[in-house]
């Protein structure tokens, strides 16, 4: 299978395909780390002792991660169309779904990423 060929970062070092200098990987952390300083915290986007309750509520209803093929124990309530401060969407039961963590970090937030919900 043919590899792709080495290219050369902006700072002037070789990187093999595939790969990140150290200076994209600098750049990219301080951007994202601009982005989080600027995100409301949790608790400002909905995620109060309300929530809690709810949420122990229905993983209790809800055992069981929704994705096809795993059935790993729920332990996150996750919102199938993202709310987006949208209270009403946010409170709506038929948008909830119950989900395992490794489900919900792995495989939901790269599908969010690719529909450009992120």
């Not at 055992?63 to 993202?82: E, L, M």
Request: proline share 6%; hydrophobic share 25%; aromatic share 6%.
């Amino acid at each position: 299978m043919p590899v792709r060929a080495p290219r050369i970062c902006g700072c002037g070092f070789r990187i093999a395909s595939g790969q990140q200098c150290s200076c994209e990987r600098r750049r990219a952390a301080e951007r994202n780390a601009r982005a989080e300083a600027q995100r409301p915290s949790a608790r400002e986007r909905g995620y109060d002792s309300k929530w809690d309750r709810e949420r122990e509520v229905y993983l209790k209803a809800h055992t069981t991660c929704a994705r096809p093929g795993c059935r790993a124990p729920a332990t996150v309530v996750d919102h199938i169309i993202p709310h987006r401060g949208d209270r009403k969407l946010f409170w709506s039961r038929s948008n909830w779904q119950p989900m395992c963590r490794s489900c919900h970090s792995r495989v939901k937030q790269a599908e969010e990423k690719r529909h450009g919900y992120v």
